[in-house]
């Protein structure tokens, strides 16, 4: 039996996804009780990683088996050779792949900014196993204004000397996360690290970058068509949340998200934009307060 020390702390794990003719290895953090038939799944934004949910994870840690995987091309796990097989409906087939080995009795899911779009089309699919979705300020409508500021930086080369340089960097554009401490953002930013020589450099494949390239205003419109069919067609219980000044999910869009599809809940925060890191308390406990009602 494991000790409640080790509930607390996370495993890494891996599974095999299938691209094409190859296979790649998905890492992913496991935390709290690896027998736990409730298991709750959280998905990193667009240059994040799966520790960016620890805080999040230690306070759940105690009611669900909290998987948190490193999307392919970033964290821990393996890089595609071909960067255009970075979207939203490869990562929801690696998605299926992972929930087959996790096998749970109940799973709940949460999404940050692209994991949350995972978590949407996941949500939408017949006989979906997600018994309840938290999204987290991201809806079927992306700002072009967010996309183009996101395109600006993400896959840009870039390294330093310490991580305290990397820190000073990677806050410069990320104010949307809201005040945090120097200590909460320096955990934040470790895992986002990798030694290489004698500098740091981000755990993330540049090639991400690729899909922004080649994404347009018209091809972006015709995207939130298909996110909206989707949307309405998730009947689970769901629970919105966003930062107030948001740039990336408009307050038209999230209100326009509560009178169709699952009609979530809607939740706010002030002096946030994109997007909510949910390791503040009010953040945490929001969703606690959600997931455990269920």
Known sequence: ??????QFEPRLKQVQCLRGQRLHRMAYWEWGDPANPRVLVCVHGLTRQGRDFDVLARALAGEYRV???????????????????????????????LLARLDAATLH??????????????AALPDSPIGALVLN???????????????AYVGQPARWASED?????????????????REQWLALTRPQLRRDGDAFVSRYDPGIALPFRHLSAELAKAGEAMLWQAWDRIACPTLLLRGAESDLLSAATAQAMTGRGPKPR?????????????????????????????
């Open 1 to 6: 039996m494991m000790a409640d020390s080790e």
């Open 165 to 181: 340089e990397a820190a000073d960097a990677l806050w410069a554009i990320s104010q949307g996360f809201g005040a945090h401490s």
């Open 266 to 294: 809607l939740v706010g925060f002030a002096g946030v934009g994109h997007a909510p890191t949910l390791v503040q308390p009010d953040q945490v406990q929001a969703v606690r307060e959600f997931l455990l009602s269920r």
């Open 67 to 97: 998987v948190c995987p490193d999307v392919l091309g970033r964290g821990r796990s393996d890089w595609l050779a071909d960067p255009t097989g970075y979207n939203v409906p490869a990562y929801v087939a690696d998605m299926v792949t």
């Open 137 to 151: 300020d991201v809806g079927p409508v992306v700002e072009w204004s967010a996309i183009q500021r996101i395109g």
């Open 109 to 122: 899911w949460l999404g940050t900014s692209m994991g949350g779009l995972i978590g949407i089309g996941l």
